[in-house]
């Protein structure tokens, strides 16, 4: 087996048994977003453990690549979601990456949890602000896990900060209002500083320490290139005989599209703030009116509901193509381990394509799947571009 795959206790990020993996599972890498896979074990093996260690959320599964000279490349990590689906003889764990414990967790400015005047703690609460300024997104991120994790009780998770910080007085601005609990859900802000237009991409990568234990590595971009780091590029060859890649298909979406948004803000009824956004040079040319309708719900701020249309606006003038390719992940040339989703790749295609050139380009890694019985690799490639919403004017959040 090229995989491999260990228990390890969340919070501490102890190694303990490696699990023999009784049937396939599949594994899922989105940018931005939660890894997602599945490990089944034989039912004989859980038994002979104690029941803590395969009990959910406070035990995580780690799934490794060996390397030929037997090193562990950690691939994938996270909680184990709920108690397991079974059969007979195997029982199947579902797990995500560690985002799921900070989709649990909210972002306040301090424990609010801690025993005393619990009448007066959710008074500090609603009027206690993180007011963070002069600082990158990827700064503030760090801060908003820092304190989503440390400073509360049982919130430690062994999660290591990958990416430099940086501060300055031109830089960023964010507020979080302590009553706005529904909006700090963590994941839910670390997503928001993903979307803005030149904010950061985010992973959480897992990783074995010298002394065998796992920790979560927050790596994220910079002020200057929003793109995480990398410190090699996959070259892929579609075009030659002796390329690692299996197959090559392009699909392109339109669903997207849009010559006009609407945008909702804060209010009820007919009070509810709305801004409206075209693009008439669009409309001019026989292109038939495709609106669509977005929402900040808790914003009162019309500039900012009128860059997030714009944004959507601008994102929708065409569709988006996206190039699907199967790749031989334990081929030298794109081995996993050397590459993480989120990384530019050269990749060379033919002339066989209506929707995209021919030639070398480069593209961005969105998206990787795969399964633990193959080395086989599914990847998705897009071109670079804004993602999502403008920087908000007043440097404040949504």
Known sequence: MTWVAHLVRTMTGERGAQLKLAASGTWSIPLNGLEDFTVTVDKAQLRGLEP???????????????????????????????????????????????GAILSARVTLSRDYGMPGDYQGDMWQLAHANVTRTGMSLGSIAQDIVELSTTRKLGGYLPIRYGSPRETGSKLNQRTY???????????????????????????????????GMLEWVMVHGTRAQPAIEQAWT???????????????????????????????????????????????????DHMPLLESVGSTSDSDNPDLLLSHAQAQLDDGRSSITQISVKIDGSDQRCEIGRWRVGDAALLTLGDEWLTVPAGTTTKRIIAAKGSWDSNLVDLEFQDDGPIEYEEEPDGSAP
């Not at 993903?194 to 990783?207: C, E, N, Q, S, Y």
């Not at 005989?241 to 209010?267: C, F, I, K, L, Q």
Request: hydrophobic residues 35%; glycine residues 10%; aromatic residues 8%.
């Open 52 to 98: 803590e260690w395969w009990g959910h959320h406070r035990t995580s599964i780690a799934v490794s690549w060996r390397h030929e000279d037997g090193t562990l490349d950690a691939w994938v990590a996270g909680p184990i979601m709920g108690p397991p689906s079974e059969t007979p003889s195997t029982a199947t764990l579902t797990c995500k990456g560690i």
């Open 177 to 211: 209002y302590g009553y706005n609990l529904a909006n700090n859900v963590t994941w839910k802000r670390l997503t928001e500083l993903t979307g803005v237009r030149g904010g950061p991409d985010i992973a959480f990568r897992p990783a074995w320490t010298d002394g």
């Open 234 to 284: 996959m070259d892929l060859d579609t075009t030659s005989s002796t390329s690692p890649v299996a197959s090559t298909s392009v699909s392109t979406d339109a669903s997207e599209v849009t010559n006009r948004v609407y945008w909702t803000g804060a209010g009820e009824g007919a009070g509810t703030l709305i801004r409206m956004v075209q693009d008439e040079p669009r409309l001019a």
